[in-house]
């Protein structure tokens, strides 16, 4: 009896301490991340010690976290592309969260919000999300000028289970990509369509198509909290509605430009510009459907 009663304790005690190691190193890598997140890079001795102090669980996590913090990252390799396993996006999730405690007016303790989120089931479509979310944050942050135009996403290739997965990659590359051309066109006096062609030409492709070309939307929706001030809202009436931005923006400089008829058809036919079913989650609805009423009187 007192046997098992000891190894009980020894077991209580060897769990508590695992735990709250576990719980420290979220919380430094939940630092790191913070810091070096975008233009400061850390030291080679840096990334060393991250290595050497993470415990074999977090491992992946760690390898993670390192490569959208170093100036050669790979994160954009097939390696970090693949979906990781449950716990580790959990891990990386929870990373993110201190990032964002430690940023926000209100702070909790980092301590807090790792126990909270350890102690609950987050929705893997969330978790798939934030991934994506860092990981072209990253790239976009470290690997400059920008430039995708040889990249080619199999989608097919990356563990993604279903086509809200692989449409959740596709969305979250295209709000990046958006974002490279965005100023040129809303802020730059005058417009610059000519740079935001250019970058446009350095999109990347998605198996093996014109990043235009990609029109797997037809998933469940469903509602996740995108910015903390606005709550619970349709993912797809998001980021579908940015990716309609991208597209009538990249049809703007087609026209801009004076390139070809051919060209512009090949994106208005090619795209979900045509597709009225989607019309709902853009705010220029109006816009779309004029587009297409000119198609059809060509």
């Given at each position: 009896m007192?046997?098992?009663?000891?190894?009980?304790?020894?077991?209580?005690?060897?769990?508590?301490?695992?735990?709250?190691?576990?719980?420290?190193?979220?919380?430094?890598?939940g630092?790191t991340?913070k810091?070096?997140?975008?233009?400061?890079?850390p030291?080679?001795d840096y990334?060393?010690?991250?290595?050497?102090?993470?415990?074999?669980?977090?491992?992946?996590?760690?390898?993670?976290?390192?490569q959208?913090?170093?100036?050669?990252?790979?994160?954009?390799?097939?390696?970090?592309?693949?979906?990781?396993?449950?716990?580790?996006?959990?891990?990386?999730?929870?990373v993110?969260?201190?990032?964002?405690n430690?940023?926000?007016?209100?702070?909790?303790t980092?301590?807090q919000i790792v126990?909270s989120?350890?102690?609950i089931?987050?929705?893997?479509y969330?978790m798939?999300?934030?991934?994506y979310?860092?990981?072209?944050?990253?790239?976009?942050?470290?690997?400059?000028p920008?430039?995708?135009?040889?990249?080619?996403?199999?989608?097919?290739?990356?563990?993604?289970?279903?086509d809200?997965?692989?449409?959740?990659?596709?969305?979250?590359?295209?709000?990046?990509?958006?974002?490279?051309i965005?100023?040129?066109?809303?802020?730059?006096?005058?417009?610059?369509?000519?740079?935001a062609?250019?970058?446009i030409?350095?999109?990347?492709?998605?198996n093996?198509?014109?990043?235009?070309?990609?029109?797997?939307f037809?998933?469940?929706?469903?509602?996740m909290?995108?910015?903390?001030?606005?709550?619970?809202?349709?993912?797809?009436?998001?980021?579908?509605?940015?990716y309609?931005?991208?597209?009538?923006n990249?049809?703007?400089?087609?026209?801009?430009e004076?390139?070809?008829?051919?060209?512009?058809?090949?994106?208005?036919?090619?795209?979900?510009?045509r597709d009225k079913d989607?019309?709902?989650?853009?705010?220029?609805?109006?816009?779309?459907e004029?587009?297409?009423?000119?198609?059809?009187?060509?």
């Open positions: 007192k046997k098992t009663t000891s190894f009980f304790i020894f077991f209580l005690i060897t769990f508590g301490l695992h735990a709250q190691n576990k719980q420290s190193k979220l919380i430094e890598l630092k991340y810091n070096f997140m975008f233009v400061n890079n030291t080679d990334v060393k010690n991250l290595k050497e102090n993470s415990s074999e669980d977090l491992m992946a996590t760690t390898d993670f976290i390192i959208t913090i170093i100036p050669k990252t790979k994160i954009i390799d097939k390696a970090y592309l693949t979906l990781p396993d449950e716990q580790t996006l959990k891990n990386i999730y929870i993110c969260s201190v990032n964002y430690l940023h926000a007016k209100e702070p909790v980092n301590e126990d989120l350890l102690n089931t987050i929705p893997r969330e798939i999300d934030r991934y979310s860092m990981l072209f944050a990253s790239y976009g942050n470290k690997v400059k920008f430039n995708m135009s040889k990249i080619d996403f199999r989608l097919h290739e990356y563990n993604l289970q279903n809200t997965e692989k449409g959740i990659l596709f969305l979250r590359c295209m709000e990046f990509c958006g974002k490279q965005w100023g040129l066109i809303n802020i730059a006096k005058p417009m610059n369509t000519k740079g062609y250019e970058n030409k350095k999109y990347p492709k998605f093996g198509l014109k990043y235009y070309q990609y029109n797997d037809n998933f469940p929706d469903f509602e909290v995108i910015y903390t001030n606005r709550g619970k809202e349709s993912y797809k009436n998001y980021f579908i509605g940015k309609y931005e991208v597209l009538l990249h049809l703007l400089c087609i026209k801009k004076d390139k070809s008829e051919k060209e512009y058809h090949e994106l208005l036919l090619g795209s979900i510009l989607y019309y709902k989650y853009s705010k220029n609805k109006d816009i779309l004029g587009l297409f009423k000119e198609i059809k009187t060509d």
